[in-house]
């Protein structure tokens, strides 16, 4: 079988490649390892860069969004006592984001591309890439039904997350790799009470970073510093709350409570692989880079990234011009690394490092206290919160 783009990944960067690809008439066969259920239902992002809200609304995906999605003009930062808003309409040239889960954005991307006929195969096997360094590069995959399938493409773009099988099919000699670890975790609580604040609070506290965040108007998400090692079971719903109001305790003011629809661990890395080409292979999202969630870039990275590649495949496969496949991986990373600067600032200015010394302590809180008098500081957490240069 030929197919003119092979799609590893049904998660939000292989979904949003396959559409906007078909918006310019090009073909492509999604292979994701999970089942449909499992793909909408998996708990991950929550924020929308205004440059991605925009682009989903410009390539035909706005209409739930417009009509669930939360537009936030700001966020508060919290720490020693205080609440302080940053206001990032006025900071960012009228800029704001959207909170709209991801497990939104990919039941609008299923049903899109299952509505246009597209081929998306759900519980494939057995995926492995070949030939990539050829203009004929081979996807192979087991079929839910057990065939063993091979599909000879143009290209193949790697949409497999962090544990996908296409950054490891490019050679080890022609990859850099930058990493980092965090010695602290998020614990997650998606819980069904209304969320007590009308913007996103990232919150400083001696214990440990807490963030209120929300999926809609009845539904709150938020998450905990743990440590690294932690499991769900350890924290029953009772002690995830009373750490939640002590790490957000204002006079007054208390987190609404509710039953818990899903508690979580997730690990805090930083990641960049680089190049993200290989032949005709290309990596994006996930499989390319990890960032920490607290700057609420990965998602916006994913977008980012196969709105370039759509644009470079194009001209590849249909004028046979390579320019722009050829900066894919440059145009790409220097996004990617703002993005992994500005993760790993929120992430260190809001975090407690187990046994770091006094002297952690009064630096975050001299930062945060600029971050929240100064202008000039505050323009820049919020430029790099709303996103960078619009996404055509
Ligand atoms: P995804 O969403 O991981 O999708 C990859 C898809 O590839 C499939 N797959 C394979 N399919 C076929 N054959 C194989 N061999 C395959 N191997 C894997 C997987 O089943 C999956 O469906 O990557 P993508 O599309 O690049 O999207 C990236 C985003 O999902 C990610 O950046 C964000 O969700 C990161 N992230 C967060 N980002 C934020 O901005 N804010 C957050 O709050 C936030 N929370 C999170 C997160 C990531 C998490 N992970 C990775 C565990 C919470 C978690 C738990
Ligand atoms: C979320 O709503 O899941 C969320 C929001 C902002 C972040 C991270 C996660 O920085």
């Given at each position: 079988m030929r197919t003119p783009v092979g799609i590893v990944g049904a998660g939000p960067a292989g979904l949003l490649l396959s559409h906007l690809l078909a918006l310019r008439g090009i073909e492509s066969v999604i292979v994701e390892l999970r089942s449909r259920a499992y793909c909408e239902a998996r708990q991950r992002a929550g924020v929308l860069e205004q440059g991605s809200a925009d682009l989903l609304r410009a390539a035909g995906l706005g209409t739930r969004l417009d009509a669930e999605g939360l537009e936030h003009g700001g966020i508060y930062l919290q720490f020693d006592g205080e609440r302080h808003h940053l206001d990032f309409r006025d900071l960012a040239g009228g800029r704001s984001v959207t909170v709209y889960a991801q497990t939104e954005v990919?039941?609008?991307?299923?049903?899109?591309?299952l509505a246009d006929g597209a081929n998306l195969e759900?519980?494939?096997?057995?995926?492995?890439?070949?030939?990539?360094?050829?203009?004929?590069?081979?996807?192979?995959?087991?079929a839910a039904d057990g065939t063993r399938r091979e599909l000879a493409c143009d290209a193949i773009a790697g949409c497999d997350g962090f544990h996908g099988i296409c950054r490891p099919a490019i050679p080890d000699r022609l990859r850099t790799v930058w990493e980092r670890g965090y010695p602290y975790a998020w614990l997650g609580i998606l819980a069904e009470a209304p969320p007590a604040t009308d913007e996103l609070i990232y919150a400083r506290h001696p214990d440990g970073f807490a963030l209120h965040s929300m999926r809609n108007l009845q539904t709150s998400k938020l998450y905990l510093q743990v440590e690294p090692d932690t499991r769900a079971e350890d924290w029953p719903e009772a002690r995830i709350w009373q750490a939640l109001q002590?790490?957000?305790?204002?006079?007054?003011?208390?987190?609404?409570?509710?039953?818990?629809l899903d508690i979580a661990v997730t690990p805090m890395r930083s990641f960049v692989s680089a190049p993200m080409r290989y032949g005709r292979l290309f990596l994006a999202g996930d499989a390319a880079h990890i960032v920490p969630p607290t700057g609420a870039k990965g998602l916006n990275l994913a977008i980012a990234d196969v709105t370039v590649l759509a644009d470079?495949?194009?001209?590849?496969?249909?004028?046979g011009d390579h320019r722009l496949a050829d900066a894919y991986s440059d145009t790409c990373l220097s996004r990617v690394w703002r993005?992994?600067?500005?993760?790993?600032?929120?992430?260190?200015?809001?975090?407690?490092?187990?046994?770091?010394?006094?002297?952690?302590?009064?630096?975050?809180?001299s930062q945060l206290r600029y971050v929240t008098t100064s202008r000039a500081a505050s323009v820049?957490?919020?430029e790099n919160y709303v996103g960078y240069p619009p996404l055509r």
């Open positions: 990919v039941k609008d991307l299923i049903a899109s591309r759900f519980e494939v096997s057995g995926t492995a890439v070949a030939d990539l360094d050829t203009g004929r590069p081979l996807l192979r995959y087991t002590e790490r957000f305790a204002l006079p007054g003011w208390a987190v609404k409570e509710g039953p818990a470079a495949l194009t001209e590849l496969l249909l004028r993005s992994t600067h500005f993760s790993w600032w929120m992430t260190t200015m809001l975090h407690r490092t187990p046994g770091a010394d006094p002297m952690e302590a009064a630096l975050q809180l820049t957490l919020a």
